[in-house]
């Protein structure tokens, strides 16, 4: 059980906080001598490795060699994202972004999805030396629905069968709540079909899905079974694209100077199945932004990395997400600022357009 913010004096978390940031910086452990040089915590060597030896017992720091000074522990990182990151960090305008903020604004002059996307990724690799990806559904302002069809299993499940006018046909499972009858299913079907053939997929969205549910009215929540799996029915693996920017950048980083540790995250990232798997995992959320740290259950690849994702929006659905996998030792404040940023502005274009 991870240790509560609660649980710890000021001074420790300005310790945790300062251990944290310094090996952020400089990927070495830290110890009591480079940390009493802080003249801005006012405290001792000798209190500050009682100090330091607390927060290893409560499992925050490891130490990676004896008589080594200490790192964080994937729950300091965790602690430090769910309660020390501010929550609306603005992007800096530092004199070394303010060329890169002068870049951005080409953002204003594309309309193109995946010309943005890509041009968000190079504005993320350039201002974070972290590796970028986007996941984004494949043309979805130019896939249409042509026919919608249900088709009753048995009284407790049904399968949601679209094809789309790209000659793409998909199906998936309703589980239903109530018991459902032929004629039933049959009125459903004919009334969904009605309403969503001609629909852009990406124009599925929830006042759409309001209308429809006031015309089945009786069956209305029946409707909202469907309607859980409706996104499944029209999106697949083959409606889904993955973009990738700074791939090798990670190479600059000491915990993958290892050649084989290397080669392994490379292979990672050429397996898009994985890569999806992965962002697929719940982190820690913050507004829209999930943050993932890697933990053993992860692989040993994945294990020692930290991911966070930002989902951009068409219409009050999400028709993608963007993101950063970075080692663990992330720059959280940079990488939330920086991702924040890109996300308003992927979504004030594709919807202002």
Do not use: W
Request: proline content about 2%.
């Amino acid at each position: 059980m991870m240790t509560s913010l609660i649980n710890l004096s000021d001074r420790k978390k300005r310790i945790l906080q300062f251990i944290i940031k310094e090996y952020i910086d400089t990927a070495e452990p830290v110890g009591s001598r480079t940390i009493s040089k802080n003249k801005d915590l006012g405290v001792s060597a000798a209190t500050i490795r009682n100090e330091m030896s607390d927060l290893e017992k409560l499992g925050l720091l490891l130490q990676p060699h004896t008589s080594s000074g200490r790192i964080p522990s994937a729950e300091a990182y965790e602690l430090y994202v769910q309660n020390l990151l501010f929550e609306d960090l603005p992007f800096k305008n530092t004199d070394d972004n303010m060329k890169i903020l002068e870049e951005m604004n080409i953002f204003d002059n594309i309309t193109q999805i995946n010309a943005l996307i890509d041009h968000s990724l190079n504005m993320l690799t350039k201002i974070t030396n972290y590796t970028a990806f986007a996941v984004s559904k494949k043309n979805v302002q130019a896939i249409y629905i042509k026919h919608v069809s249900l088709v009753k299993i048995n009284e407790k499940q049904v399968v949601i069968v679209t094809v789309l006018d790209n000659g793409q046909v998909n199906n998936c499972i309703a589980n239903m709540s109530t018991d459902v009858n032929d004629d039933t299913i049959k009125l459903m079907g004919s009334m969904i079909n009605d309403s969503l053939v001609g629909k852009n997929i990406a124009g599925i969205d929830i006042d759409l899905l309001d209308f429809i549910r006031i015309k089945l009215d009786a069956y209305a929540s029946l409707f909202d079974d469907i309607t859980m799996n409706l996104n499944s029915a029209f999106i697949n693996e083959n409606t889904l694209e993955f973009a990738l920017d700074g791939a090798t950048n990670m190479l600059d980083y000491p915990e993958f100077h290892d050649i084989e540790r290397a080669k392994s995250f490379m292979d990672f990232l050429s397996s898009k199945d994985e890569v999806k798997n992965i962002l697929d995992k719940q982190g820690i959320q913050k507004n829209d932004i999930n943050i993932i740290i890697g933990n053993e259950d992860m692989g040993s690849v994945v294990k020692d990395c930290a991911i966070i994702t930002a989902n951009f929006h068409y219409r009050g659905s999400v028709v993608g997400k963007i993101g950063l996998i970075a080692p663990k030792r992330m720059d959280y404040d940079k990488a939330y600022s920086v991702i924040s940023y890109i996300q308003s502005k992927i979504n004030s274009i594709i919807n202002d357009s």
